[in-house]
């Protein structure tokens, strides 16, 4: 769904579009990802666009964990190893 009507083809390739442009692109080097401070400078970047507070950190994130590997506050591969030591600790 995009606004209240069914995503369209060209909706999904215009999103994937803008995902690599933040995500890879252009955009990505505007927010530095994996340094820090770079959540909160996606929310101000995006913040210009997206203007509904839970949409934006939602989409931040999502672009985090798309540029990184990790989610926001995780450095990336923290998770699997978290989860590698409870299992060994089981």
Same mark, same amino acid.
């Given at each position: &769904? $995009?606004? @209240?009507?069914?995503?369209?083809? %060209?909706?999904? $390739?215009? !999103?994937?579009?803008? &995902?690599?442009?933040? *995500?890879? @692109?252009?955009?990505? =080097?505007?927010?530095?990802? @994996? $340094? #820090?401070?770079?959540?909160?400078?996606?929310?101000?970047?995006?913040?210009?666009? $997206?203007?509904? #507070? %839970? &949409?934006?950190?939602?989409?931040? *994130?999502?672009?985090?964990?798309? =540029? !990184?590997?990790?989610? #926001?506050?995780?450095?990336?591969?923290?998770?699997?190893?978290?989860? =590698?030591? %409870?299992?060994?600790?089981?």
């Amino acid at each position: &769904m $995009v606004a @209240g009507k069914e995503a369209s083809p %060209k909706d999904a $390739v215009d !999103t994937e579009r803008l &995902m690599r442009y933040w *995500a890879e @692109g252009p955009g990505a =080097a505007k927010l530095q990802w @994996g $340094v #820090p401070g770079d959540f909160e400078r996606c929310r101000v970047e995006l913040g210009k666009y $997206v203007h509904d #507070p %839970k &949409m934006l950190d939602g989409l931040c *994130a999502n672009l985090h964990h798309r =540029a !990184t590997g990790g989610w #926001p506050g995780h450095a990336p591969g923290t998770e699997q190893e978290e989860s =590698a030591a %409870k299992k060994a600790g089981k």
